[in-house]
T-cell receptor
Framework: TQLLEQSPQFLSIQEGENLTVYCNSSSVFSSLQWYRQEPGEGPVLLVTVVTGGEVKKLKRLTFQFGDARKDSSLHITAAQPGDTGLYLCAGLKSGGYQKVTFGIGTKLQVIP | DSGVTQTPKHLITATGQRVTLRCSPRSGDLSVYWYQQSLDQGLQFLIQYYNGEERAKGNILERFSAQQFPDLHSELNLSSLELGDSALYFC???????????FGPGTRLTVL
């Protein structure tokens, strides 16, 4: 059982469409991160959200951390083929040393 | 390019064998993390080292071991390999225990 559930697991959309992917947990995290991973490469950090209710924008990407710090969402506006990749959320728990748990990811394909 | 290097890029071996994966962290980073990524389990945290000492352990099997050397590079040793050990193995590094992790390009291990 995954501590962090991501949905949907697969998403195929047309260029220009909007989409939202979700990351849910029953656990509270001190912060939550979103990564993007392309085939043959390691994950690259997109954003870290720390405060419950926090919203961060990165160009066409909007990240939200739930009020209770158990869930998060990533919304992409006007998706581009370059957005194609695996989107991973990762929950971090404080307490000495970094303990990070990754979700299984959402595989996004944006069709031109 | 994250600045983290991993060798080899690909490794094909047989069941029962032993392999060593190598990771060089970004210049100045003291923490090294090892992850295993498979299709059904996603990215699983294995182990973390900080300045040569083990700091946190995740879902690492007893057949697996790691170490971080005085020059801060790290090696992950996998022994008595099984078919199920086939996966991508990523190394990540960070300045200290709670800061942003930078991932290497990974080693793809195939056990036949």
């Amino acid at each position: 059982t995954q501590l962090l559930e991501q949905s949907p697991q697969f998403l195929s959309i047309q260029e220009g469409e909007n989409l939202t992917v979700y990351c849910n947990s029953s656990s509270v995290f001190s912060s939550l991160q979103w990564y993007r991973q392309e085939p043959g490469e390691g994950p690259v950090l997109l954003v870290t959200v720390v405060t419950g209710g926090e919203v961060k924008k990165l160009k066409r990407l909007t990240f939200q951390f739930g009020d209770a710090r158990k869930d998060s969402s990533l919304h992409i506006t006007a998706a581009q083929p370059g957005d194609t990749g695996l989107y991973l959320c990762a929950g971090l728990k404080s307490g000495g040393y970094q303990k990070v748990t990754f979700g299984i990811g959402t595989k996004l394909q944006v069709i031109p | 390019d994250s600045g983290v290097t991993q060798t080899p890029k690909h490794l094909i071996t047989a069941t029962g064998q032993r392999v060593t994966l190598r990771c060089s962290p970004r210049s100045g980073d003291l923490s090294v993390y090892w992850y295993q990524q498979s299709l059904d389990q996603g990215l699983q945290f294995l182990i973390q080292y900080y300045n040569g000492e083990e700091r946190a352990k995740g879902n690492i099997l007893e057949r697996f071991s790691a170490q971080q050397f005085p020059d801060l590079h790290s090696e992950l040793n996998l022994s008595s390999l099984e078919l199920g050990d086939s996966a991508l193995y990523f190394c990540a590094s960070s300045v200290e225990g709670m800061s942003t992790q930078y991932f290497g390009p990974g080693t793809r291990l195939t056990v036949l």
